[in-house]
């Protein structure tokens, strides 16, 4: 059962042919069995699904379903959800039990989808190897020295090794892709907007977008169709009709014009990681897709103008962690500012203590021109390459990561080395634009991933060239060996 897509549990439950508690039951012992090394997981919330699972096989009985009904996944800790605990990947959060669920989290639950459990996650979504988490790091279920990529490493770990059927994930500057394409799954980043952010704990609230982690691009159109529309109590939800998007990506082949950016293709980029990605473009030239190369002048400064906007907004976002009000606090503290330094010392690791800094630093009043308000002037001229490429073509293809999942511990002592790894995903994030990461091949028996990048609002043409790709590949269909059963 856990092998099965989404859309072929959900027809095998509303034949009747399983229930919800059967698959809840058999994923929940699979988690047991397995997830010791992995580590995926931070919450295992076994009594719940099974209640959940029994509404749901209440519902399917009546008939009254959607295709997620009855389903089981996995949400990332850093979605709220009610009366279970909401972490973040961080002792900060370690005690903190939600009052109440994000808006993720309830549209899903009342789709019918089964919660297995909060995953592990990079403290904050600060990371990009699921390395800086407070409960241990998550290992790549394709080989256990290797890191499944972060900050949703958890999620997509989880998925991978069949833990989940499809898992919920943050992507600030590739946090879905990246560790999609690191653990062979499909991962998906929609438009800025598409999906409320309401409930989801803040990094950096101008690039943070919530998404998906699946095995295919027609799981991901099913979760998506759940999860998007318009939340009043979110200010930065787009007013925009939700598509069908199953519906969308099941229609006929329509020729489309595919654009490559030189600049993806550099020095940066493995020889064996380019091959397979020129390879899988001419999967989209049999299919009658045209090729056009392309060059986004400004996306060499993505990086740096990233790492100066998303750590001036971490700093704001997470000045509210001081131990006065919820979450960690420090003991015997003399005074109010000794409350706050010992807290905020305690409760937060390395890395969301360095973004911390960083973002104070290029806030503060000597080097803000210099810093904060020149990243805001330069991520604009990259936003404006984007829309210029996307004049003339529907989507843009190129690889999601450098190279594929690299050793647990090989870049932690390099800051900026570990930032460089999501250097192909940072523009869609700085530019507001959905991007979606499927398998494309291996190397040394680890997965690696194409990255298709839409214009605003394009999800429906990005999932169906996904799953058109899928169609004609099987990359989808392969399993961490050690995994099997």
């Excluded at 907004?313 to 500012?337: I, P, Q, W, Y």
């Excluded at 803000?368 to 330069?378: R, T």
């Excluded at 298709?452 to 429906?460: A, F, K, R, V």
Aim: aromatic content about 8%.
């Amino acid at each position: 059962m856990h092998e099965a897509t989404i859309a072929h549990l959900s027809e095998k439950l509303r034949d009747h042919k399983i229930s919800s508690k059967e698959l809840t039951t058999h994923f929940l012992a699979r988690i047991s069995r397995l997830d010791a090394k992995l580590n995926s997981f931070i919450t295992i919330t076994e009594r719940e699904a099974l209640a959940q699972a029994e509404v749901a096989d209440a519902r399917l009985k009546k008939g009254d379903t959607t295709p997620l009904t009855g389903i089981p996944i996995a949400h990332k800790d850093i979605f709220c959800t009610e009366g279970v605990k909401t972490s973040c990947g961080s002792l900060m959060l370690d005690n903190f039990i939600s009052p109440y669920d994000a808006t993720v989290t309830a549209r899903l639950k009342s789709a019918g989808a089964v919660m297995l459990g909060k995953t592990n996650m990079d403290e904050f979504a600060m990371g990009s190897s699921n390395e800086t988490s407070y409960y241990g790091l998550v290992r790549n279920p394709w080989n256990y020295e290797k890191v499944p990529g972060g900050s949703s490493g958890g999620s997509a770990a989880a998925v991978a090794a069949r833990l989940a059927s499809g898992a919920t994930g943050t992507d600030t500057g590739g946090s879905i892709r990246q560790p999609a394409a690191l653990t062979g799954i499909t991962g998906l980043k929609p438009t800025y907007g598409r999906i409320s952010r309401y409930g989801m704990v803040a990094f950096a609230s101008s690039l943070d977008q919530a998404g998906t982690l699946t095995k295919t691009a027609e799981d991901a159109a099913l979760m998506l169709q759940a999860m998007a529309g318009f939340d009043e109590r979110d200010s930065t939800a787009l007013q925009e009709t939700v598509p069908d998007y199953l519906k969308a990506i099941n229609g006929p082949w329509q020729k489309i014009n595919i654009g490559i950016p030189s600049n993806f293709f550099d020095d940066g980029l493995d020889e064996e990681n380019a091959e397979l990605v020129r390879k899988a473009v001419t999967v989209f030239e049999k299919l009658g897709a045209s090729i056009k190369e392309i060059h986004l002048e400004n996306l060499h400064l993505s990086v740096p103008t990233y790492y100066v906007v998303a750590s001036a907004e971490a700093s704001s976002n997470l000045s509210r962690f001081d131990g006065v009000r919820f979450g960690h606090r420090a003991k015997e503290a003399k005074d109010l500012t000794e409350l706050y330094m010992k807290t905020r010392g305690e409760g937060f690791g390395p890395e969301v203590k360095r973004r911390i800094l960083t973002g104070t630093y290029v806030l503060s009043a000597g080097y803000y021109d210099a810093y904060y308000l020149q990243a805001q002037k330069v991520r604009q001229l990259i936003s404006q390459d984007f829309a210029r490429a996307f004049d003339d073509v529907d989507i843009i293809v190129g690889p999601t990561t450098p190279t594929p999942a690299f050793n647990i511990g090989q870049k932690t002592e390099d800051p900026i080395q570990m930032y460089l790894n999501d250097i192909y995903t940072i523009g869609a994030n700085l530019a507001g634009l959905p991007a979606l990461s499927i398998p494309c091949g291996f190397v040394e028996n680890l997965p690696v991933g194409l990255q298709l990048i839409g214009p605003h609002l394009g999800e429906e043409v990005l999932l169906k060239a996904g799953h058109y790709y899928q169609k004609e590949t099987d990359w989808h269909k392969q399993v961490p060996p050690v995994h099997e059963d």
